[in-house]
């Protein structure tokens, strides 16, 4: 199977992953950080083709995430099959909170409500039985604690267990595994940039000791000139015909030096072999255009979104809702703009290097748009109130409008393109171009402005999160008719501008 991978199998922001499965089937879980609902959890029969089946934090009561910084919020879950349900520990970075389990039946929900956890410390938490039937919970550092999961009650103290290679910073990500005659410790280490890597021990108990594989890091793209790199946060599963797999976040930069990503860390699988000595080989991880679908259209029919709708740190009912004017998606504003923590909108993940998207939006009883969002303090969006749209940027402590354009009474088809550099013609040139702007009546698309994509990615902005893009309210309540992503392969010069 390995030469048909496509990666990333999960594209855009889909970092951590973690995955298991319970016969012939595939259940994979990714950190959402800042945005609600949380921790988005796919099905698979193939670890090729995923589909969204929920999302395991889909309650205020699971997931409050006031005062959660952006890139706070939710980190790192780790999900187990154990004893007939489903187990997802996780860490919840926001003030007043911290580790947490939750479990299930269906993976698919509902889910239960949290445990919390106060005597696990730190982040990256994992869950492992032993043949006793006793849960080791392991955490980023690297230190461990006997855990039971139906009280979250700890027993005894945290103890340290391997650190990874000496001088290697961030060891995290710890999983544990009983594999033959051998637990084996997995971590991440050398940071979530690009000395990112993955190494492995083994050792004879859950709590060791733990004896380094002489190959570590078992899989890293530093230094290289891979066209992924930040190669790490892995997690093992077995195939049904006894083959191994390793899923990973990894990231694709682009244009020039020192590269950019704008996707955020995505989800790879790679192949693994197990050498005579019982350490792990990893296989090549190819790349290449992901095969997943764009998400499509959504026409807002239905009374309950789909699970890919993301909102900032909560959603409540009466500021986002299909039910107010059937057919229409109604925002109804709380915060003022894009720079306000408690801004409503509800937007997805940009999956494509390329791609389009465009909305009909109503803006006659409001200020609203259209948006690509990496945090508050950047991100790019065409706004529309009565009778005209404008482009604004905000990048880092400076915002500006761009351009303004008048427009008719009535509602206005609003765009963005996202259009990938794929020919870099200067060293400096950066990864692609957003460009914003609206639709005749003509279907013409009509640019208001090209803006450099650098400036809404991880490198310049920091943090660990991806372009999310979608609808907002600044103002009042906006309505918008549908919401169209398609996967698009373009050029800068055929798009028609206005002066």
């Not at 594209?11 to 259940?27: M, T």
């Not at 946060?233 to 930069?253: C, E, F, I, K, Y």
């Not at 790019?380 to 009474?409: N, W």
């Amino acid at each position: 199977m390995s030469d048909m991978i496509t990666n990333p199998v999960l594209p855009g922001f889909h970092p951590d992953p973690s995955i298991c499965r319970v016969g012939e089937d595939y259940y994979l879980v990714c950190s959402s950080f800042e945005y609600f609902p949380g921790v988005p959890i796919f099905h698979s029969t193939d670890l090729l083709t995923w589909t969204q089946i929920g999302n395991v934090l889909d309650r205020p009561s699971q997931l409050p995430l006031a005062g959660a910084a952006s890139s706070g919020g939710i980190y790192a879950p780790t999900l187990r099959y154990h004893d007939g349900r489903f187990h997802l520990i996780v860490t919840n970075a926001s003030p007043g909170q911290g580790n947490l389990l939750v479990t299930a039946t269906d993976p698919a929900g509902p889910w239960s409500e949290p445990v919390m956890l106060p005597g696990v410390p730190g982040i990256d938490p994992d869950l492992a039985w032993d043949e006793d039937g006793a849960c080791w919970c392991t955490v980023a550092g690297v230190s461990q604690i006997r855990l039971d999961p139906a009280t979250g009650q700890t027993l005894g103290e945290p103890r340290r267990l391997w650190s990874g290679t000496p001088g290697a910073k961030a060891p995290e990500a710890p999983h544990l595994y009983r594999i033959g005659e051998y637990w084996y410790l997995l971590i991440a280490e050398g940071g979530t940039e690009r000395g990112h890597g993955v190494s492995i021990a083994r050792g004879p108990a859950p709590s060791g000791p733990f004896e380094p594989c002489p190959a570590n890091p078992i899989l890293t793209h530093r230094s290289t000139d891979d066209p992924v790199q930040n190669t790490g946060h892995a997690d093992l599963v077995q195939a049904p015909d006894g083959s191994w797999w390793m899923v990973l976040l990894g990231v694709r930069p682009g244009g020039g030096t020192p590269g950019w990503h704008v996707l955020g860390r995505e989800t790879f699988l790679a192949p693994v072999t197990w050498a005579d000595d019982g350490w792990p080989v990893v296989g090549e991880l190819t790349s290449g255009a992901p095969t997943m679908p764009a998400p499509g259209r959504d026409d807002f029919d239905d009374s309950q979104l789909a699970p890919q709708w993301l909102s900032i740190r909560e959603r409540l009912d009466g500021d986002c809702t299909t039910g107010e004017r059937p057919g229409w998606l109604t925002l109804r504003a709380r915060g003022a703009s894009l720079d306000d923590p408690d801004v409503v909108f509800l937007g997805r993940r940009q999956q494509h290097l390329s791609c389009r998207i465009r909305t009909l939006a109503d803006a006659a009883d409001g200020v609203g748009g259209l948006a690509v969002r990496l945090d508050e303090r950047h991100h790019y969006e065409i706004e529309a109130s009565a009778g005209q749209v404008r482009v604004i940027a905000r990048i880092g402590p400076l915002r500006t409008v761009v351009a303004t354009a008048a427009v008719p009474a009535g509602p206005v088809v609003l765009g963005i393109d996202v259009i990938a550099n794929t020919e870099i013609q200067d060293p400096r040139t950066g990864p692609d171009t957003v460009v914003l702007g609206i639709q005749g009546q003509d279907r013409e698309f009509a640019a208001l402005a090209e803006l450099d994509g650098r400036y809404l990615s991880t490198e310049v902005a920091g943090g660990f999160t991806g372009r999310v893009i979608g609808a907002y309210a600044a103002s009042g309540a906006v309505r918008f008719d549908y919401i169209d992503y398609i996967d698009y392969i373009g050029d800068i010069g055929d798009i028609d501008h206005i002066d």
